[in-house]
């Protein structure tokens, strides 16, 4: 079936296919000069435009961007540019084929090529059953190849979308994998249209050899990947991959949204799942397995055979599972972890922000703390300007709750400490009882307090108050699984009532993909940012022919 798609492919786009879709071995000579994913001489491939490249002496950088706008090429860019913004196919191909005919010729570069190309791409997906914008897609690149245009990512990331949009798997993949041999890094979005293609189309095995090649290219599936990867295999009725892309997503999501949560219920209900497992396994091995993973997990397989019972629910605090009485467990943390998160984190700010190493020393002359406050994020709850009145109520509330004879360390920039409500009497006389306790630190201008208040949780293992998500760009520098593990055991969240401010602490047990040692399921699911109400959990137990999973296992053991 591949070698069909292939040869369709190569028909459709003879040079290019032949190029993306062979491997270097079995291309011909004249081919194998080029180290690019396609073989042609090659002229500039940035989006810099003709007036651009070619500077007059002594003209201002504004002079020169002002004539690169007003140029042919520029007007162009910026009427593609409205195209993209209003999915106008249509109008972007008639300004194309007036850039291309001999009678009024414009240069296009590869933000033109590029633009046309992601139409073309939009209209294909949304219209798969029509051929017609998939192929004027390959046609335009035969013109960006035949122009000498090299292609960047996002140029082979779209044709493989042309691909995946003509039910073409095999090409889509055969692109990633050439942007890979060729020296272009693919990114998640690259493999996406393979991938999702491979699952649409049923297909198991191509759809696990792109998870294969995104694992060895060091790119990370996340919940659109696993949950099509899920989808598929259990549709497929393939338990054993069903069971290790639960484990992936117990590592990579912990939780998971109503859309995968609904795909799990219904596997759980199937034939398939019912029949998967084991009717005797070595109890010895599954607890060693629990030990070794920390709890909450012990990647036996599946244990048990029957029917299973699956129902969302929610825990008490403990986490007790209101359903089958199931108590979850705390997952550990290493230490040695904690120590190297710490130490990412301070080298990130250090590299931002001289100024990181004066609150370092700082912090070992007042440190430790029980609790670090972000005074910014509570200041401004639900207010237009900062109160320190409800700062105050939060640090001695959150002081209660520790226990702690010493105040938490409140982190607030220097600009609130010296501006503002903060010249008023009632506040002078605050800033100076948490000063004289040495629990103030200023951050100084320029800086950011997140990585501050950040650091100093984190390497005294302190409790957080913050309503921050940490979802921005600042967080997703520390790139480590490690991250929301440290979250949930340590960020106290706020909410404010007639009554106060409500204090939500972490849980005592961990908000994960969790496998019982009986072989039961619990999977959380994401709770919006709704801190107050219940999460809910998929609950999945065996009925096991009148015989509990845990006998059996104690049979066994």
Partial sequence: MRVAAAAAAAAIRPTAALLLLFPPHRRTASLRRSSLPFARPRRHSTTTTTAESHPKPNESNAARRRRARDSPEG?????????????????????????????????LSLGHYNCLLYLCANAA????????????????????????????EATLTI???????????????SIVRRMATAGTAPHLRSYGPALFAYCDAGDADGATEVEAHMDASGVVPEEAELAALLRVNSARGRPDQVYRLLHRARVLLRQVADATAQLLESWFASHAASEAGLDH?????????????????????????????????????????????????????????????????????????????????????????????????????????????????VVNGIQRITKSKKLPLIIL?????????????????????????GALYATPPGSNDDWYW???AVIYRSLLVTNDEMRDHLFQLLGTSFFPRWKEKHQVRLTFSGRGWNFHLPPPYSIVIQESEDGS?????????????????????????????????????
């Fill in 454 to 456: 950040l650091y100093a």
């Fill in 159 to 173: 044709l493989a979308r042309l691909a995946a949009a003509r039910r073409d798997p095999a090409m889509a993949f």
């Fill in 413 to 437: 920039h220097k600009n609130r400490v010296n501006g503002g409500p903060a010249k008023l009497p009632q506040n002078q006389k605050l800033l100076e009882s948490w000063q004289r306790a």
């Fill in 75 to 107: 007007l162009l860019k910026a009427k593609l540019d409205m195209c993209s913004r209003d999915n106008d196919l249509p109008t972007a191909l008639a300004l194309y084929e007036a850039a291309i005919s001999p009678d009024s010729l414009i240069p």
């Fill in 521 to 557: 399921w619990h999977v959380p699911t994401t709770n919006g940012d709704d801190i107050e109400k219940p999460r809910q959990w998929i609950c999945a137990t065996r009925k096991i022919s009148g015989k509990s999973s845990q006998a059996l296992a104690r049979a066994v053991g």
């Fill in 281 to 393: 396994w070595d109890a010895t091995k599954v607890k060693q397995g629990l030990r070794n993973g920390g709890g909450g997990w012990h990647g036996q397989g599946w244990l048990g055979k029957g029917q299973w019972t699956v129902a969302r629910t929610d825990m008490d605090k403990d986490g007790t599972c209101h359903r089958c009485g199931e108590k979850l467990v705390c997952i550990d943390i290493d230490p040695s972890e904690t120590h190297s998160f710490a130490e990412s984190v301070a080298q990130i700010a250090i590299n931002r922000d001289a100024n990181f190493v004066k609150f370092q020393k700082w912090l070992e002359c007042h440190g430790p703390f029980d609790a670090v406050i972000d005074a910014a994020n509570v200041g401004l709850y639900n207010r237009n300007s900062f109160s320190f009145y409800e700062v105050n109520r």
């Fill in 125 to 152: 997906a949304a219209d798969s059953s029509s051929p017609d914008a998939a192929q004027r897609g390959f046609d335009i690149f035969s013109r960006m190849e035949a122009d000498g245009v090299q292609p960047n």
